[in-house]
């Protein structure tokens, strides 16, 4: 592919045949044209008067090679649209008006801890050919600007005279504060205005939503930077409404592609399906993933799914590319359904920057606080509450003293409702409990127990049915059960919390290790090999009955079943006398002493040291007592031995 660049091509002409031959190597001349999978084969070369160039094709996420003809003037030849030379050169005007061009620094390797590879290297390239072109030296400079600002422009998504103008991506609904509001948000890589426009479905009267604006801080120029939230209010009931996203660039709007979503129902009795699972990544399964569960909520009608923890392997990582590229796979399922979610660890990045602006929560300021990642939500029968496990792991301690008299307040007030909503289902992501050999928080283990110890006797106390969980790569379940041992074997009324971990969602950390010997209160873990990825579904079709089951991706087979029958919903001790408060004699009523995990983490390896140092000198001083003691009998001896000689002799 090759086009020329003329003297009269004014900028959008260059950028306009830039756009054109990667589009037409889209869908013209396979055999003229070279596109690759692979970054690493990306890059740029001079040729005499030919630039051979990759540009990235957005749509595609290929590489397409082609040519770009400069044109030719022998030294003889007065500039083309100059009468003199000059010593500025491309690339130290562009630069110098870098902001005004929202043009990007240059990265300077090592970038993530190696070397550039494909769009960075790209870049690079490109901005060392630039500097090289000195006005006079066969164009002049207007001209290599163009050319520079075409080639460029591609790369890094820059539009005419600075404006990048793209449809909205990354687009995810989550519950507003009741039934009739539903939170919607959305990425651009630019500033600009931008609305969401709803309607119910098959009706023509509009309603439009303005976003308020929130900025990332990134490492990356390509990442996107600005997160869009828009609240959809007053909205009926059990409704089927129909929505798009636009944003208003500075030449012309853009609008995403329509998507539906159906609200809630504010009915108590109303049965309830939603899919839960944890620690999934970008991945290269991911969109297979997303394609199941899309059709399983088309299906199946499910009103919400909830991801508890650990998103795309880092929402951070390569300066948020990975937070975007994880956002933007998700969104057949995040723009159809409420996504809601809690905080993992992969998210504790810049005090979980990325994770508390591009997520929402009901009832919850925005961007979230980085003390108030918890809320609740009631949706059928079923008072559903999403906690932060990574307080127990933070700097500030406070953290886990505000949370846990949040729990307290929220789980007294649900209680008191349980006539109405009987069921309580919380969600953290680390577990309380697992079996798997790793001993990254698992039972008995260095370190481990801190979210347990915060947080069991509380939830045992207030009577919560279900603890769903995440962080092990593995699907475990346990039997009722409370303090390291089975309340009883079956799901018929149980007496304490039912612990389900579904954290094998898919990611490239791989599987944990599984367990070498059951627990007692371990009911079933997958034992498969490979572990299987998979994920959760919940139904509770009434007061009395929910049934959980554990589905495999690839096969879309059930890895686990198991209905939880209870009639009698409450607390499991019934001595408990918490108010919302914090008052209250029983022991669950006041907030466990807090460990600072830090500077346990810290202390402990001083200790054993200590402990060590202190046998060593204990065991050498005993050494040498022994030795000295032995010496002494000798001389001893060897003094009565002597006395005994001479008394013989005389």
């Not at 023509?204 to 996107?224: R, V, Y």
Request: with cysteine.
């Amino acid at each position: 592919m090759a086009f020329d660049v003329e003297p009269e091509n004014t900028f959008k002409d260059v950028y306009d045949l830039a756009s054109a031959g990667i589009q037409s190597c889209i869908s013209q001349i396979p055999e003229k044209v070279y596109i690759t999978d692979n970054m690493e084969k990306s890059g740029g070369v001079l040729v005499t008067h030919t630039l051979k160039i990759s540009l990235c094709d957005e749509l595609k996420s290929k590489f397409v090679y082609f040519l770009i003809n400069l044109p030719s003037h022998s030294s003889s030849e007065e500039p083309v649209c100059n009468t003199s030379k000059s010593d500025k050169n491309v690339f130290d005007f562009m630069m110098a008006s870098r902001k005004t061009l929202m043009f990007p620094e240059k990265p300077t390797p090592p970038v993530f801890d190696k070397t550039l590879t494909g769009p960075q290297k790209l870049f690079c390239d490109v901005l060392d050919w630039c500097k090289t072109i000195y006005d006079g030296w066969f164009l002049n400079i207007r001209v290599m600007l163009l050319i520079c600002f075409a080639i460029l422009g591609k790369l890094i998504g820059i539009n005419n005279a600075g404006n990048i103008c793209q449809p909205p991506e990354q687009i995810h609904l989550s519950f507003g504060k009741s039934s009739n509001e539903m939170i919607v948000m959305w990425a651009t890589p630019i500033h600009v205005k931008s609305w969401v426009t709803y309607r119910e479905s098959g009706k023509q009267e509009e309603s439009n939503s303005s976003s308020t604006i929130a900025e990332l801080t990134h490492d990356s120029d390509s990442a996107f930077r600005y997160i869009h939230r828009a609240l959809l209010k007053d909205l009926k009931e059990g409704t089927l409404y129909q929505y798009e996203v636009t944003a208003e660039c500075p030449q012309k709007k853009m609008t995403s592609n329509s998507y539906n979503f159906t609200t809630i129902s504010s009915n108590n009795s109303a049965p309830v399906s939603v899919i839960v699972y944890g620690d999934m990544g970008v991945s290269q399964n991911l969109s297979s993933y997303v394609d199941q569960l899309m059709q399983e909520i088309q299906l199946l009608k499910h009103q919400a799914v909830w991801h508890i923890g650990d998103f795309g392997y880092d929402l951070h990582s390569h300066g948020g590319e990975v937070g975007d590229q994880f956002l933007r796979e998700i969104q057949p399922v995040s723009a159809i359904v409420p996504y809601m979610t809690a905080p993992g660890n992969h998210e504790i990045h810049k005090d979980f920057h990325q994770y508390r602006t591009r997520f929402s929560q009901p009832n919850t300021e925005w961007p979230i606080p980085i003390d108030n990642m918890m809320y609740s939500y009631d949706l059928g029968p079923i008072h559903w509450i999403s906690y932060s496990t990574e307080v127990y792991f933070t700097k500030d301690q406070n953290y886990v003293k505000k949370q846990f008299y949040w729990l307290l307040n929220d789980l007294v007030k649900a209680n008191k409702n349980r006539h109405i909503r009987p069921w309580i289902i919380v969600m953290g992501h680390r577990p309380l409990y697992c079996s798997n050999t790793d001993s990254d928080d698992c039972t008995n283990r260095w370190f481990s127990g801190w979210v347990r110890h915060g947080l069991e006797d509380l939830f045992y106390a207030q009577g919560v049915d279900l603890i769903l969980q995440g962080h092990e790569h593995s699907y475990e379940r346990t039997f009722p059960m409370y303090k390291d041992r089975p309340v009883s074997n079956n799901y018929t009324h149980p007496r304490a919390p039912v612990h389900i971990i579904s954290g094998a969602a898919g990611c490239s950390e791989g599987s944990d290790p599984e367990a070498v010997v059951t627990k007692s209160w371990s009911a079933l873990i997958d034992r498969t090999f490979p572990r299987k990825n998979s994920y959760g579904r919940l139904h509770a079709y009434n007061n009395s009955h929910l049934l959980w089951e554990e589905i495999a991706f690839d096969s879309q087979s059930i890895i686990d079943s198991v209905m939880i029958i209870q009639e009698a919903h409450g607390p499991f001790d019934n001595g408990v006398d918490c108010d919302e408060f914090g008052g209250g004699s029983h022991p669950s009523c006041q907030c466990p002493f807090v460990f600072h995990f830090q500077t346990c983490q810290i202390a402990a390896p001083i200790v054993i040291i200590l402990t060590f140092a202190i046998i060593i000198y204990g065991t050498v001083k005993c050494v040498k007592r022994r030795r000295l003691n032995r010496t002494t009998e000798k001389v001893e001896y060897l003094l009565n031995d002597a006395n005994d000689s001479e008394e013989e002799s005389c």
